[in-house]
C-alpha cells in the first residue's frame, strides 16, 4: 500500500498517486525522491540522488515485496505450472519412454523459466 510508505516518508507532497518526499537513504533537505502508483497497484520510487531502491525501503524497514504485491503469487503460479511440466516428463522416463525432442526443449525452457523466477524474487 503506498498509504503505508508515504506515512514513513517526510515532507510528502502530491496526490492521485504520484507523490514527492524526502529521500530517507541519503540526507535529504529538499525533497528528491519521487513516489509513483501504478494503475496496478505497483509503486515506482526514484530518488534523485540516485539513491538505491533497495536502501530506500531498507532506510524505512521496508523491502521490495511492499512495492510488488502480487510479484510473489504471479511468480509462484509460473513455477507450479513449470513444475508440473517437469513432473509430466519425469513421469513419462520413469516409465522407460524416451523424450520427444519437443519435450526435451520444453524441459529446458521450464528449467529456464524456474532458475529466472527464483532470481527475480531473491
Ligand atoms: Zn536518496
Request: proline residues 2%; hydrophobic residues 40%.
Amino acid at each position: 500500500m503506498i498509504e503505508n510508505i508515504l506515512s514513513r516518508l517526510e515532507k510528502v507532497k502530491g496526490r492521485n498517486g504520484a507523490y514527492t518526499a524526502c529521500c530517507p537513504a541519503h540526507s535529504d533537505k529538499s525533497p528528491s525522491l519521487a513516489i509513483r502508483e501504478l494503475d496496478d497497484g505497483r509503486i515506482l520510487l526514484k530518488c534523485f540522488a540516485d539513491c538505491s531502491v533497495q536502501d530506500i525501503l531498507g532506510a524505512i524497514g521496508m523491502d521490495m515485496n511492499d512495492l510488488f504485491p502480487n510479484v510473489n503469487s504471479d511468480l509462484l503460479r509460473v513455477i507450479e505450472f513449470e513444475a508440473w511440466v517437469v513432473s509430466v516428463a519425469a513421469h513419462t522416463m520413469s516409465t522407460g519412454k524416451k523424450l520427444s525432442d519437443t519435450d526435451r526443449d520444453r524441459m529446458k525452457v521450464a528449467t529456464a523459466r524456474i532458475m529466472e523466477a527464483v532470481k527475480y524474487v531473491g
